[in-house]
């Protein structure tokens, strides 16, 4: 009838919409960042724009690595004579064992492949270090940033250094071809975030007695 109201579009018509413009807006981010990416990566390659720039690339990235400074500081513990220094250098430890937990679960569970202009010759790698999401290198480079900041006592040239290191290692994925950029953000995201929680969970000689006794 002519004076009848319109029938109602069903619920999943009315919907459609929405989805779309998600999707479509998370294509397009997602292509931005593979694009930008790879106009960065000037050092994936020796025939790459900054090719010779690379193994300098190569050096920083090892200085951002889990395993140098897990050794590192499992050594510094074992060696530190000093009450206060083994409560920072076992938080240290700590706080480097759960970011290499962390990351090894968030690549297990993404599954984002390494960009396709990355070369496969990374130092140490473990079967999830064929994922790129997210940028471990960058989740360490923020945590320890705001370790160190947070319990060394540093003068303000050597402050500076740290932030600058931090920040060089995170770039330096992008450039070397290792990681996309949305890799690298989240990894300083989660970084930041897991000092906090180093932080709340902080190991002294009162909360992890047995710890402490085996120094």
């Given at each position: 009838p002519a004076g009848a109201a319109a029938a109602p579009l069903p619920e999943e018509d009315c919907m459609k919409l929405n989805p779309s413009f998600v999707g479509i807006a998370?294509?397009?981010?997602?292509?931005?960042?593979?694009?930008?990416?790879?106009?960065?990566g000037v050092?994936?390659?020796?025939?790459?724009?900054?090719?010779?720039?690379?193994p300098l690339m190569k050096v920083?990235?090892?200085?951002?690595?889990?395993i140098p400074w897990v050794l590192g500081t499992f050594y510094g513990l074992c060696q530190s004579d000093s009450s206060a220094a083994r409560e920072v250098l076992l938080n240290l430890l700590f706080a480097l064992l759960l970011d290499l937990v962390m990351v090894t679960v968030v690549k297990g569970l993404v599954k984002r492949p390494r960009p396709t202009h990355n070369k496969m010759d990374m130092f140490v790698t473990i079967s999830v270090d064929k994922y790129s999401f997210p940028s471990g290198h960058a989740t360490?480079?923020?945590?320890?940033?705001?370790?160190?900041?947070?319990?060394?006592?540093?003068?303000?040239?050597?402050?500076?250094?740290?932030?600058?290191?931090?920040?060089?290692?995170?770039?330096?994925?992008?450039?070397?071809?290792?990681?996309?950029?949305?890799?690298?953000?989240?990894?300083?995201?989660?970084?930041?975030?897991l000092y906090g929680v180093v932080e709340h969970c902080w190991l002294?000689?009162?909360?992890?007695p047995a710890l402490f006794a085996l120094w």
């Open positions: 998370l294509s397009s981010l997602l292509a931005i960042d593979l694009w930008a990416s790879k106009r960065l050092c994936a390659g020796e025939g790459s724009a900054w090719g010779s720039a690379r920083i990235e090892v200085s951002g690595h889990g360490r480079a923020a945590l320890v940033c705001r370790f160190v900041l947070r319990h060394l006592v540093l003068a303000i040239p050597l402050r500076v250094l740290v932030v600058l290191w931090a920040l060089i290692v995170s770039i330096s994925r992008v450039m070397l071809g290792r990681h996309n950029m949305t890799d690298v953000l989240f990894g300083l995201l989660l970084g930041y975030a002294s000689p009162a909360t992890a």
